[in-house]
């Protein structure tokens, strides 16, 4: 179908182009791309316009964080229900853990899943693939099959290597072919506590993770990436400490990316409040001074990316104790106001705000199949991923309103939810309407 999008001010941050145009789709492609005053081509006849005057239109977003829970999970949540929660947010690509029920640690396994998800037509699965078989960490998994497969990159999910002998051969094997392993630093024996140590947890009798477990965990990753020469993804820094680890790596030239969740940016310990469960995820809230340092590392640049960190939980599992209750948050639909949201906050541009979550994770991913060039960008003759949103409309977190089978957050509240900006109006993938929100 051909596709008009009239009048939006267009923003592609992989080249900083930034002006109110006319973005033409013929074919699954970006036709053309005509600022005010130019012409569209002669040959194009649009089937389907979409009006965008005051509102803007992206790449579509990538989300490099994302469990669909299927399979094993259907009852917290499916991929029908999940990939319609990432159109409705604006993310038209995401990267989603191992960590199923079986672990994708089989070619089959990762073939299924991204035939289930294609058949929907909502938004692209890109699969990890296990490090070692069935996360238990003591046998690699054939990486040049899984790849074959579909799979971007090797991860453990939240399950930590305890044997580093593991952990090396994995790097190693993983550097001689050019794959990316995707590690979330977290020392085994030291984190496995409910909440940051420190006062709070203290005061309320929750066992605590010190920063100790993620510093740890980074300074093995390090040394083993500096004798091994491989490229690693950091997932969800949490600490102020981790930050300057990881900003030191990078100074020194350690092929390292890292990303941080929509929680850890917005969130301290402190929203815990009286054991409020739907503020147990994972990694755990830190200290404030702990969110400023994620905040201004992701302005920066030391942290890449930003994610939803989007893990559905049944209400059975929340309606526990928080020591108690499974750990995770419905995010897909809230990442770009939450980006949004910091980007004010914090002072940073708009461009900046986009591209963390569009340009850079895409650069994280590197060429993958189906998108070799295009993922993440907005550019004439790149795939058609787009999203178009209204900077100036504000919504009310409400659960009921997700389209995600999870409906737990931090962000909404018992009577109330919080006030966030932007409202996406349309997602397009590969060139076809994937969302439209009602006028």
């Not at 600490?239 to 300057?244: I, P």
Request: charged share 20%.
């Amino acid at each position: 179908m051909n596709i008009l999008i009239q009048h939006g001010r267009v923003i592609d941050p992989a080249s900083g182009f930034d002006h109110i145009a006319d973005v033409a789709v013929a074919d699954g492609h970006i036709l053309a791309v005509v600022k005010v005053g130019e012409k569209l081509p002669a040959n194009f006849k649009a089937q389907h316009t979409i009006d965008a005057k005051g509102c803007i239109v992206a790449p579509g977003l990538v989300d490099l964080q994302v469990r669909l829970r299927e399979p094993g999970y259907e009852h917290e949540g499916m991929l029908a229900s999940e990939l319609t929660a990432a159109v409705a947010g604006g993310v038209t690509s995401l990267v989603c853990p191992p960590d199923t029920d079986p672990v994708l640690d089989e070619p089959g396994l990762v073939e299924m899943l991204k035939f289930r998800a294609e058949k929907l037509h909502c938004a692209r699965v890109f699969p990890l693939g296990a490090l070692t078989r069935g996360l238990k960490g003591e046998v690699l998994t054939e990486m040049s099959d899984l790849t074959d497969a579909g799979c971007v990159g090797f991860s453990q999910a939240e399950v930590p290597l305890e044997n580093t002998q593991v952990l090396q051969r994995a790097l190693q094997y993983a550097a001689t072919f050019g794959y990316t392993v995707w590690l979330r630093p977290q020392d085994m024996h030291l984190g496995k506590g409910v909440a940051a140590s420190g006062p709070l947890a203290t005061r309320l009798g929750l066992s605590g993770v010190p920063v100790a477990a993620e510093t740890i965990a980074l300074h093995t990753i390090f040394a083993l990436m500096r004798s091994t020469q491989a490229r690693v993804h950091l997932c969800r820094i949490s600490s102020a400490e981790g930050v300057a680890l990881v900003r030191a790596a990078k100074q020194e030239g350690l092929a390292v990316t890292a990303d941080v969740s929509i929680n850890s940016l917005h969130l301290s310990d402190h929203d815990i409040g009286y054991f409020d469960s739907r503020a147990r995820v994972t990694p755990v809230l830190r200290h404030q001074r702990d969110r400023d340092a994620l905040r201004a590392a992701l302005a920066d640049g030391t942290i890449d990316v930003l994610v939803s960190d989007h893990t559905p939980v049944d209400v059975d599992a929340k309606a526990l104790p928080f020591a108690e209750a499974e750990p995770g948050a419905t995010g897909l639909e809230l990442l770009l106001s939450l980006s949004l949201k910091w980007a004010n906050d914090s002072k940073v541009s708009l461009l900046r705000a986009l591209e963390v979550l569009t340009a850079q994770p895409a650069k994280v991913l590197g060429k993958v199949q189906g998108q070799r060039d295009s993922l993440g960008q907005l550019q004439v003759g790149g795939v058609a991923d787009l999203v178009v949103f209204d900077p100036a409309a504000e919504w009310q977190v409400s659960p009921d309103a997700l389209h995600s089978q999870g409906k737990h957050t931090p962000f909404a509240f018992d009577m109330t939810g919080m006030v966030l900006p932007a409202r996406v109006k349309a997602t397009l993938v590969a060139g076809r309407v994937a969302y439209q929100a009602a006028e």
